[in-house]
């Protein structure tokens, strides 16, 4: 059974934290997604990483940055949070391919709230 | 740029009736995929059908169907016999990008099953 996992399901933090989110995937798959997503709004996506040590820039980056150092494990870092990152944020891996179906694997979410 | 819409935030039905979910997408592209997601309470967000644009037939997996029309740009999903556990948030995505996956989501329809 494929498995996308994050490291919490909700967290509390003040404005001005660093925060940490972190990612795992168990599929061998090289690409990686942080997403959040707000009522109204759906998905949007914040980094992808396609490769270690790679990453591009998604459709909201400003606030966030990203790591990743293994091929399993992707990192978003909040790194002075405020009030208007409160929102789910969702992780999501899929396998590299031109003419796959690239069907992507979520993990559970984490409940951000920034106080 | 690609947009993906849907325009029913909450939709209901009865169990046992059938109702269908609306999204229309814009893009210049020949060739790409559509799928939609479901995710339900718990927040695991899972695929339910995907459609490739090459493809003249409507993608089936068991009460799950599409409406797939490429010159309207619409891409509606119909959930037949619902049961209970249909009661989830639905997403509408378009993949953007053949090599890394990329997905544009819409704004997600709720769907509330009535016993």
């Known amino acids: 059974d494929v498995k996308v996992t994050q490291s919490s399901r909700y967290l509390v933090k003040r404005t001005g934290e660093k925060v940490f989110l972190e990612c795992v995937q168990d599929m061998d798959h090289e690409n990686m997604f942080w997403y959040r997503q707000d009522p109204g709004l759906g998905l949007r996506l914040i980094y992808f990483s396609y490769d270690v040590k790679m990453k591009e820039k998604g459709d909201i980056p400003e606030g966030y940055s990203v790591s990743r150092e293994k091929k399993e494990r992707f990192s978003l870092i909040l790194e002075s949070a405020s009030t208007n990152q409160t929102s789910m944020y969702l992780c999501a891996s899929t396998i590299l391919g031109s003419r796959l179906y690239n069907e992507q694997f979520f993990g559970p979410g984490t409940r951000l709230t920034v106080l | 740029a690609q947009t993906v819409t849907q325009s029913q935030p909450e939709m209901s039905v009865q169990e046992a009736e059938t109702v269908t979910l609306s999204c229309t997408y814009d893009?210049?592209?020949?060739?790409?995929?559509l799928f939609w997601y479901k995710q339900p309470p718990s927040r695991q967000m899972i695929l339910v059908i995907r459609q490739e644009a090459y493809k003249q037939q409507n993608a089936t997996e068991n009460r799950f169907s599409v409406n797939f029309q490429k010159a309207a740009k619409s891409f509606s999903l119909k959930i037949s016999d619902s049961q209970l556990g249909d009661a989830a948030m639905y997403f509408c995505a378009y993949r953007r990008d053949s090599n890394t996956g990329k997905l544009i989501f819409g704004q997600g329809t709720t769907l509330q099953v009535k016993p």
């Open positions: 893009t210049s592209e020949s060739d790409y995929y």
